[in-house]
């Protein structure tokens, strides 16, 4: 069949087999020309195949040298409905690694639930024997909770007051304001039950427990804080407080892991396009008016740079590794600067349908967008007949 992007909302509901490898490969060659690291040795990525998750796995591959298990929620094509990107993104995935010689093996399911945790400790005796680096990467809406059957969704959403601001529909470049209402105290727990701590802190239980991870391994969980144009529904929110939540189990985990010398981080990482990001109001704007200012300056990272300087800089540089006053690893560094800000900020204060395209690199965020599902991409031929039953070398 012939694959053509098909938007609902926000999100895109097909995805291109071959378009999301080509994604995977300009990782993997971006990672290849730099120089290598020496790091861990069996990885496991929960929330790999897509945005920040997938950069780890393949640095963790293609930088380290490493062996993965790949953990994520993703389906397989299914008569005329193409797979998800994450699917085609990690079938490509672990041919690459296969070719380099490498283990790789990937679980669909629910990380949340007890019965992924339990196969994936399977795996990793079978397999790997034990893991020296988790990384923790799950962006979801909803979670069951594994003991008590409760389903948690998360909403995005201010505390205490209503928030207005400028957002964008970035298929149609129409600024409009945004006004959200604050959250109830039951939104706000079940947020931090979703994108807080808890699971993060029951795998690592689960993986200890069984005896699978080494003694110095180190886990590492994603979070961000960002400006002052986006506190209010973002840092100051509901999914601020879930990531408080997160960062709270870092310090936990941390001293957990320690007592055999491992250790525990939350990264704070930059805005990037992601299928999680896009459906957060306001925030697609701002990233188009960052990306501007950052491109502008040669300051511009996606999510592998980002990976790989959290890898080479940061958490394998051959010493210790840095961290802010509150312990967070910091690669919103640059996007933070000062001056970025100052110009995000005036920016922000002049945008509007008329100039947003000019002002700000929406075009680039749309594109972008796209390109998460495989479509857009140059070298891909989209009129070409393509059978979107692609196989994941080692699922289990
Ligand atoms: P993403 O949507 O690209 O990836 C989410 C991953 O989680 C996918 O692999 C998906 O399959 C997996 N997943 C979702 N539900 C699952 C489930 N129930 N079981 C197993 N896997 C599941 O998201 P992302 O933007 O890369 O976000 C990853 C982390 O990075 C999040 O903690 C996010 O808050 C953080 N982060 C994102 C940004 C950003 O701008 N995108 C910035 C800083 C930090």
Not at 161 to 172: C, E, G, P, R
Not at 194 to 201: A, I
């Amino acid at each position: 069949m012939m694959i053509k992007p098909k938007t609902r909302g926000f999100i895109c509901t097909t995805a291109h087999p071959q378009g999301c490898a080509s994604q995977v490969q300009r990782q993997i060659d971006y990672v290849k020309g730099q120089p290598s690291i020496s790091g861990p040795r069996n990885v496991l990525v929960v929330g790999a195949s897509t945005g920040y998750g997938l950069a780890s796995r393949i640095v963790s591959a293609f930088s380290a040298g490493a062996n993965t298990i790949g953990v994520y929620f993703d389906k397989e094509a299914e008569g005329s409905r193409t797979a998800t990107a994450g699917w085609y993104n990690s079938a490509a995935f672990e041919s690459a690694a296969a070719e380099a010689g490498l283990k790789s093996y990937s679980i669909v399911g629910d990380a949340f639930s007890d019965d992924v945790k339990a196969k994936t400790i399977e795996l990793i005796r079978e397999e790997l024997g034990k893991v020296d680096l988790i990384v923790y990467s799950v962006a979801s809406p909803r979670r069951t909770h594994p003991k008590t059957g409760e389903i948690f969704s998360s909403v995005i959403k201010p505390l205490g007051d209503v928030y207005t601001n400028k957002t964008v529909n970035f298929h149609t470049g129409d600024v409009t304001e945004a006004t959200i209402e604050p959250a109830t105290e039951d939104e706000l727990r079940q947020t931090i039950a979703v994108m807080g701590g808890e699971d993060w802190q029951m795998w690592i239980d689960a993986l200890q427990a069984a005896d699978v991870l080494a003694e110095d391994a180190t886990t590492v969980a994603y979070s961000y804080i960002g400006p002052s144009i986006t506190h209010a529904v973002y840092r100051d929110g509901t999914i601020g407080a879930a990531k408080n939540d997160l960062e709270a189990t870092a310090h936990r985990l941390h001293e957990q892991l320690g007592a055999t010398g491992g250790r525990a981080y939350v990264s704070v990482n930059k805005a990037l396009v992601t299928q999680s990001s896009s459906a957060i109001p306001v925030v697609p704007l701002y990233i188009s008016a960052l990306y501007k200012v950052m491109k502008e300056r040669g300051l511009h990272e996606g999510c592998i740079e980002q990976m790989y300087r959290m890898f080479s800089d940061r958490l394998y540089n051959g010493g210790i590794t840095p961290v802010d006053e509150r312990g967070l690893i910091r690669l919103d560094d640059w996007e933070m600067k000062p001056d970025i800000q100052e110009e995000v900020a005036k920016l922000w204060a002049e945008l509007t349908t008329e100039n947003v395209y000019e002002l700000s690199d929406l075009e680039g965020y749309r594109k972008e967008f796209f390109g998460l599902f495989g479509f857009e991409l140059d070298g891909i031929d989209y009129e070409a007949e393509t059978d979107p039953d692609v196989a994941i070398p080692h699922l289990r």
